[in-house]
C-alpha cells in the first residue's frame, strides 16, 4: 500500500499479484486496496470495476467486515462504476452499490435519522458458542474411551469437542425493546455505528454521483448524511476525552463535512489555509442539497431518485448572471487552497498546500473546481479548470470520465473541434458502457 500511493507503483502491483495467487484469503482486502489506488492513478477504470465492484473481485474482501473496511473498499468500486457511466443515462450501479452499503448503515444505525442509538437493537445473525458434549455421543465415546482406553486422537479429539464453533442465529426483527436482551461483544462489533471514514466516503461519493446526474440534488439520502454528520459532531463534542474538538484529526472528513454543515462546526476552517472548506460549503450551499426544499407536498410524494440530466439539462452549463459571481467566488476559494496560498502575503505556501491521496481527495479537488468553474462561465475559472482536466487526461487517459468531463470545458472555452474529439475519446475508451438503459 505504501508503494501503491507512493508512486511506485510497477513495484506495489507485481507484490500484490504475488500475494493475490499465494495467500488471497489473508491478503485479499489490503491487495484489493492497494490495487484501488493503482488502477485510478492510472485511469484503469475496467481493472477497477472488476477488482472492486463486480462479485468475482468483491470476493476478496467481502469478509474484511471490521469498521466498515469492505463497505469503503466497495466504495472505491463505485467509483470506478461512475467514471464509465455515461452521465444521467440509464440505472447507476455506483447507487445500488451506495445503498448496499452506506445507506444501510446510516439507517440501521438512527445516523440517518439524526438521533444514534446506544445499544444496538437486534442481535448479530452469527454467533460464537461452545461444542455441546452432554449429548448420547458424548456418552457412548466416554463408554469406548473406558473399555479401550485413551489414546493420542482421543485427546484431540477431546479438545475439539471444547472448541467453539459458528451457529445462526434467529434473524430478529428491530425493535424499539431494549430488554429483550442483553448485547453480547458479537452484536455490537456486528452492527457498530458509522464511522468518520465512512461517512467521508460516503458523502464523496455521493457527492460524485449527484454531479454525474445520477441522482437530484433533492435526493433524500443527503438529508441522511447531514443528520449523521450533525450526530457524529454532537457525539465527538461530549466526548470528555476528546476535550469537546472536532474532526480535525481528519481533514479530509473536515472537508466532505463541510459540503453539507459550516466549517466552524467541523473544524473545516483549521484545514490548510480555510478557503477549501469554505468553498465546499459554498458549493453544497449552492446546490441546496437535500429536500427541505420542496415546498409543494405533490412533489414530496415523487421519486426523489431523478436523473439531473434530464430534468435539469443544463447542470453544467454556466448560472444564470444573477449567481455567477457567487460560483467565480467558489473557484477562487477552492484554487487558493489547492495553491496553498497564505491570506497574509498573498503568496504560496507549500505548508498550506492539501496533503491527500488522489483517489479520496479528486471529488472535492478536481471535480468541485470544474463543475462550479462551468457554473461560472468566466474565462478564468474555465481556464484554471481546462489545466486541471488536461493533467487529468494527460495521468489518466483510459478514464471515460476525465475526457467527458474535458469536453464540456473545452465546448464552454469556444473550442468545439477539440471538445467533440473529447466527446469521441470518452465514448471509445468506453463511456456508457457496462449499464442498463
Known sequence: MGLAIGGRREQAEQITERLLNKDKRNTGAVTTWALAHIFDSEGRVSEGISFLANHDGIANYEGCGLFFFDCRLSGYGALFSIDREQRGRGLSAALRLYD????????????????????????????WVQRDNDGESSKTATFFRNLLGSGKEDEEAKRAANETQIVVRENLPPSLDFDQFDPSCEDVLTWL?????????????????????????????????????????EIQKDDKDGNGKSLEHFPLA?????????????????????????GLHMLGEMLNLGNQALEDDEEKTKDLDVVVADREPDFWLPAKDGVREEWKEIVNHLASALDGEDAATEKANPAL???LWDLESRAVIQHAICYAACRAGDTDSLSYARAISSQGVTLRPSSPEEWWRYSIILGLLGDQVASENALFTAMNVGSGQGQRG
Request: net charge positive.
Open 193 to 233: 455505528p458509522p464511522t468518520p471514514p465512512l461517512l467521508t466516503e460516503a458523502t464523496l461519493l455521493l457527492f460524485r454521483l449527484t454531479l454525474n446526474g445520477a441522482l437530484s440534488t433533492k435526493d433524500h439520502r443527503w438529508d441522511s448524511l447531514r443528520n449523521s454528520w450533525q450526530t457524529l459532531l
Open 353 to 355: 498546500r492539501l496533503d
Open 100 to 127: 448496499r452499503n452506506f445507506e444501510r448503515i446510516l439507517e440501521y444505525s438512527g445516523f440517518a435519522q439524526g438521533k444514534a442509538w446506544t445499544r444496538p437493537q437486534r442481535r448479530a445473525p452469527i454467533a
Open 254 to 278: 473536515c472537508l466532505a463535512a463541510s459540503i453539507l454543515l459550516p466549517t466552524n462546526k467541523t473544524g473545516g476552517e483549521q484545514i490548510g489555509n480555510g478557503r477549501m472548506a469554505t
